[in-house]
Nanobody, 126 residues
């Protein structure tokens, strides 16, 4: 069973940058589509960006396009989220997720993913 562990969260000022990492423990990581979601206080979990199993296709939420980049290194079983030009509204717990179903495409809903990490907090101050 795939276990996902996120790291790299923290507190930054508006305009700053952070890079999140998500390491998978199992042998299925490199066959899974991977995505980042986030959830702010009192809000629903929302899609941020994702990448298909081979890394040839990425998809982003409109709110993070041109600011965030998703990438993966299957040799290291690691998913990344490079975040730049951060805004206070980016404050949330960020989760990585894995899907072995339709791994050629990037699903944008939480229901498309069967494995989740525990989350890492990102706080952006004004």
């Amino acid at each position: 069973q795939e276990v996902l562990v996120e790291s790299g969260g923290g507190s930054v000022q508006t305009g700053g940058s952070l890079r999140l990492s998500c390491v998978g423990s199992g042998r299925t990581f490199r066959r899974a589509a991977m995505a980042w979601f986030r959830q702010g206080p009192g809000e629903e979990r929302e899609f941020v960006g994702g990448v298909n199993w081979i890394g040839s296709t990425t998809h982003y939420a409109d709110s993070v396009k041109e600011r965030f980049t998703v990438s993966r290194d299957n040799a290291k079983n690691t998913l990344y989220l490079q975040m730049g030009s951060l805004k206070p509204e980016d404050t949330a717990v960020y989760f990585c997720a894995a899907s072995l179903i339709n791994a050629d495409v990037v699903g944008t809903t939480p229901g498309a993913y069967s494995r989740w990490g525990q989350g890492t907090q990102v706080t952006v101050s004004a």
